[in-house]
């Protein structure tokens, strides 16, 4: 089985020569189809420059990032928009929902965008809007839902277009741990059911036990690499082996969700 996402010696570097912030020092590795995987990392690590550069929000200096055939980082005109919009999909931290559009219209958005047939978008809603439990939503404007259900609309719509790859940036970052429980609850669920390949970035362990891998970043580098031993595994052991971990990077949680 080929890799979805290879990255191989990426680099970025901020600053003069000199003084210069390694955000970014030769991280190589693959996402594969279907794999549910989690960057960690204290504050500066790197994660959050390596997911932008994967988003194209950020250039990197040196390395590759390859999707099938393609260089990621050297799509230009149509072949990068089509990527943008089509082959990956954003799962923000904090929502970044249209406040003057409804749950269902912010879902749509993408669909519209790049002219889906409203019977096959329409199909689509209903699927992700029922497994995501959002319906009750459709006609509420972003001001009148709980963080949770803003953020579960978000996944609907980072979901809507069948992306090849999922990127989520702190997903449960602004959200109680009720909510965030119920959303990774979600997001584990789809990657177990419908196969959907996740990448998420979080500083969070109790988030980071519903992988089934993750790639430890400290100063620009991987620092290490946790497997889910499935299935006899428990979330709650793999939990406490994340905890060993993070607290080497000078992190971690106290109370699994």
Do not use: W
């Amino acid at each position: 089985m080929d890799p979805i996402l290879k990255i191989d010696s990426l680099k970025k570097y901020y600053g003069k020569p000199g003084s210069q912030t390694k955000a970014l020092d030769g991280i190589t590795f693959q996402v594969m189809p279907g794999e549910f995987l989690g960057i960690m990392g204290s504050s500066g690590s790197g994660k959050s420059t390596l997911l932008n550069c994967i988003a194209t929000v950020t250039r990197p200096d040196a390395g590759t990032m390859t999707m099938g055939h393609r260089q990621v980082q050297k799509l230009k005109g149509a072949s990068l928009a089509k990527y943008r919009g089509q082959e990956i999909g954003y799962l923000f931290q904090n929502f970044e929902l249209l406040d003057n559009l409804t749950g269902e219209e912010n879902i749509l958005l993408p669909l519209s965008i790049h002219n889906v047939p409203e019977a096959e978008g329409r199909k689509r809603l209903e699927q992700l809007a029922g497994y995501l439990e959002i319906t009750d939503v459709y006609d509420k404007f972003p001001a009148q839902m709980s963080g949770g259900q803003r953020q579960r609309v978000g996944a609907a719509r980072a979901l809507i277009l069948n992306p090849k790859i999922v990127l989520a940036d702190e997903p449960t970052g602004a959200l109680d741990s009720r909510s965030a429980k119920a959303l990774m609850e979600k997001l584990a669920g789809l990657n177990r059911e419908r196969q959907a390949t996740i990448l998420m970035v979080t500083h969070d362990s109790n988030a980071a036990s519903y992988c089934g891998r993750i790639l430890f970043i400290q100063d620009g580098r991987i620092f290490h690499e946790l497997r889910r031993n499935l299935p006899e595994e428990s979330r709650q052991a793999f939990y406490q082996r994340i905890l060993k971990v993070t607290a080497q990077l000078g992190g971690g949680s106290e109370n699994v969700l």
